[in-house]
């Protein structure tokens, strides 16, 4: 049986980056924690009570340590999991991370 790992085309790095979001029609931007990365992809925990649907489309800002200005990106929810405290999910990216930017992040 495969598992969503064996479809990702990129290898995922954990990590521990804040971050801020916002849904796609949302009015204010949310904290959340960036918990993986790769080359297309993130893992998320969002930190917050609003409902957050696969096929979403998000807005992300990540602020890695040593950097003045955040990393923006948009993609698309594509699996989500309610938690304790909101949700963790995984987006889809809608444009690669090139090597300096995903050094960044790593």
């Known amino acids: ?13 954990p990590t521990q980056l ?3 979001f916002l849904l796609k029609g949302g009015l204010r931007r949310e904290q959340c924690t960036v918990l993986n990365v790769s080359r297309k992809g993130l893992g ?6 609003e409902t957050i649907s696969r096929g979403s489309s998000v807005y992300i800002e990540i602020y890695p340590p040593q950097e003045l200005q955040p ?10 999991t309610q938690i ?3 949700y963790t999910g995984g987006v889809e990216l809608m444009s690669k ?10």
């Open 1 to 13: 049986m495969d598992t969503y790992e064996d479809k990702r085309n990129y290898k995922r790095f």
């Open 84 to 86: 304790e405290n909101g």
């Open 44 to 49: 998320v925990a969002f930190h917050t009570k």
């Open 71 to 80: 990393i923006s990106v948009k993609g698309v929810v594509k699996w989500i």
């Open 18 to 20: 804040k971050g801020t």
């Open 97 to 106: 991370f090139d090597d300096a930017v995903l050094s960044k992040l790593m």
